[in-house]
C-alpha cells in the first residue's frame, strides 16, 4: 500500500509544488548561510568586541592599549591579515560599501568638517548600527551606535576588507 501511496504522490501537480516548494527552501537555507568571507568578518568583529574595556594608548597597537586605527589592525593580524596603520591609509585599503550594506568586520570612516580627503577615526562594524572603536584616552575602547555623535561630522564612509 505505502508503494501505492508514494507512486501517486510523485506524479502530477502535488508533486511538482512540493518539489518547486522543496527547492525554494533550500535556496533561501543556503542564502542565509553565512559564507567563509562573512565569517571571517564575524571573527574580526568578535575580536575587537573582546577589547572593549581595555585602554587607549601606547603603545597604539595592542594587546593592552589601542588606538583607533590601531585596534582594527590588531583586530585583522589576529586572522592573518596586516593593514596599513592610520585611519585614511586603512579607507584606501579597503573596498567603498553603502551603509546598507555594512555588515560585522567592515570599517567606518569619519573625518572632520570640511577635511573630506583625510579620515581621523576608523572603528569596526559589529552588527547592525553599531560598532567597536578606541576613542580616546578617557574613554578607550568602546561599542557605540554608529551614529554616535561624538565624532564631528558623523560617518562619512564604509569600507571592506578584500577578503573579508
Not at 9 to 26: D, E, K
Not at 47 to 69: E, M, R, T
Amino acid at each position: 500500500m505505502f508503494r501505492t501511496i508514494s507512486r501517486r504522490l510523485l506524479r502530477g501537480p502535488r508533486y511538482a509544488f512540493a518539489a518547486a516548494l522543496a527547492g525554494v527552501l533550500l535556496v533561501s537555507a543556503l542564502a542565509c548561510t553565512p559564507t567563509a568571507t562573512e565569517q571571517m568578518g564575524v571573527r574580526v568583529a568578535q575580536i575587537a568586541q573582546a577589547q572593549v574595556g581595555k585602554a587607549y594608548g601606547p603603545p597604539y597597537y595592542g594587546p593592552n592599549a589601542f588606538s583607533c586605527d590601531g585596534l582594527v589592525w590588531w583586530s585583522f593580524k589576529q586572522l592573518g591579515r596586516t593593514l596599513p596603520t592610520g585611519a585614511t591609509n586603512q579607507y584606501y585599503a579597503t573596498q567603498r560599501i553603502s551603509a546598507s550594506a555594512a555588515r560585522p568586520g567592515d570599517l567606518v570612516f569619519y573625518h572632520k568638517p570640511g577635511d573630506v580627503l583625510l579620515f581621523h577615526h576608523v572603528a569596526i562594524v559589529t552588527g547592525p548600527g553599531m560598532m567597536v572603536n578606541a576613542e580616546n584616552p578617557r574613554s578607550g575602547v568602546r561599542a557605540r551606535p554608529i551614529s554616535y555623535t561624538h565624532f564631528a561630522g558623523g560617518y562619512e564612509a564604509f569600507g571592506r576588507v578584500p577578503g573579508f
